[in-house]
Nanobody, 123 residues
Framework: QVQLVESGGGLVQAGNSLRLSCAAS????????MGWFRQAPGKEREFVAA????????YYADSVKGRFTISRDNTKNTVYLQMNSLKPEDTAVYYC????????????????WGLGTQVTVSS
């Protein structure tokens, strides 16, 4: 498994931006697809974005398309989530996930998960 640590969450006003980071260790990072998920209070965890091991393929939930961008730096063992034009409904705990296969990440069946970072968007 891969050990994952998220950072970069915080409190922001609607319309502003945040960049989340997820640092990985324990396994060759460049061989893992990565993803971001979120869970709002009282709701189930939902898929946000995913990226292939080489960065050539990305997927997004419809709710964040055009506002969020996932990227990775394999030299730093880190995946990022740039979040622009934030809305109050983006408020959630954001989790990083890793798995060997991209479709497994997208399906929410990744074997490695971080502990999450809180994002709160005020109106």
């Amino acid at each position: 498994q891969v050990q994952l640590v998220e950072s970069g969450g915080g409190l922001v006003q609607a319309g502003n931006s945040l960049r989340l980071s997820c640092a990985a260790s324990g396994r060759p990072f460049s061989t893992y697809a990565m993803g971001w998920f979120r869970q709002a209070p009282g709701k189930e965890r939902e898929f946000v974005a995913a990226i292939s091991w080489g960065g050539g393929s990305t997927y997004y939930a419809d709710s964040v398309k055009g506002r969020f961008t996932i990227s990775r730096d394999n030299t730093k063992n880190t995946v990022y989530l740039q979040m622009n034009s934030l809305k109050p409904e983006d408020t959630a705990v954001y989790y990083c996930a890793a798995e060997r296969f991209l479709n497994t990440v997208v399906a929410g069946a990744a074997g490695s998960w971080g502990l999450g970072t809180q994002v709160t968007v005020s109106s």
